[in-house]
């Protein structure tokens, strides 16, 4: 059965970190750009980083430059997800994604996503 499965999320006051996981099953993460989406209510699921396939380029959103770091452990088949110097406004479900592409880029383009987790919780607050 193939799954991605998040996990690290939990409540952190502002300027804390936290590290998000994305463990795949049934698959393998080689060949797959994966993505990390976050979503609030009554908003829309925006991208936060991705990185890709071949070389582990990454790409993050503007609001995330400098404080989020992804990457990826493929003997682990395992995704991370490092966020440093967190804010309120960080607070979401994120969620890790897999499409299989075997090149340098990744996009946030969500609907070419093949593969979702259910979402872990983060949230920042004091």
């Known amino acids: 059965q193939v799954q991605l499965v998040e996990s690290g999320g939990g409540l952190v006051q502002p300027g804390g970190s936290l590290r998000l996981s994305c463990a795949a099953s049934?698959?393998?993460?080689?060949?797959?750009?994966i993505g990390w989406f976050r979503q609030v209510p009554g908003k829309e699921r925006e991208g936060v980083s991705c990185?890709?396939?071949?070389?582990?380029?990454?790409n993050y959103g503007d609001s995330v430059k400098g404080r989020f770091t992804i990457s990826r452990d493929n003997a682990k088949n395992t995704v991370y997800l490092q966020m440093n110097n967190l804010k309120p406004e960080d607070t979401g479900v994120y969620y890790c994604?897999?499409?299989?592409?075997?090149?340098?880029?990744?996009?946030?383009?969500?609907?070419?996503?093949?593969?979702w987790g259910r979402g872990t919780q983060v949230t920042v607050s004091s």
């Open positions: 990185i890709s396939s071949r070389d582990g380029t990454t």
């Open positions: 049934g698959f393998t993460l080689d060949g797959y750009a």
């Open positions: 994604a897999a499409v299989y592409r075997r090149s340098s880029e990744c996009s946030f383009y969500r609907y070419e996503y093949v593969y």
